[in-house]
């Protein structure tokens, strides 16, 4: 059993290193090493097959769910371009960018205090739109190479993702 552990997620995937994914080729590579490679397959194997089948089977698993998420997959690519996001240091954002998170938590707040679950799951849409257009950013900066904004789309990614996170736990706090 032979199997590259120092290939980049993007060549074990069969994918060119950028932000755009064929996801329907992704999809399909997951499923063709899956089956090459599930540890079952080697159950009857020695105890060394079996654990590198097991390595290998995490290395894929997680290479596949970091290409699958736009975040981690940006995230991803700018640890291969060697760019530092510094998301747990730097958190200096545009005054804009600041001001509409302010607002998200307040609207947040309100619709969780009055149990109003219709406006938690619209306000769930407007991020999902919101999101939708930070990763279009990221991956513009990335195919264009502007590493700085690509660090800056992908902390701001971070922040949306942590309003969906409070959405998310504010519509099970409503219906539970």
Do not use: C
């Amino acid at each position: 059993m032979t199997f590259d552990f120092s290939a980049s997620h993007f060549a074990l995937f069969e994918q060119p290193e950028r932000f755009a994914i064929d996801a329907p080729a992704l999809d399909a590579r997951y499923r063709a090493l899956q089956a090459q490679y599930h540890p079952d397959r080697f159950a009857s194997g020695s105890d060394a097959e079996k654990r590198l089948a097991l390595q290998i089977a995490t290395r894929v698993n997680e290479a596949y769910q970091i290409l699958k998420s736009p975040l981690a997959r940006g995230r991803y690519l700018l640890g291969l371009f060697g760019v530092d996001t510094q998301e747990e240091t730097n958190t200096a954002m545009p005054m804009d960018f600041l001001i509409a998170q302010m607002e998200w938590r307040e609207q947040i707040a309100e619709a969780r205090a009055s149990g109003n679950v219709a406006r938690l799951e619209s306000l769930n849409a407007e991020l999902r739109d919101d999101i939708a257009e930070h990763e279009a950013e990221l991956g513009a900066a990335l195919d264009a190479r502007t590493l700085d904004a690509a660090a800056m789309a992908v902390r701001k990614l971070r922040f949306l993702e942590k309003l969906d996170q409070e959405i998310g736990d504010a519509i099970e706090a409503a219906l539970f």
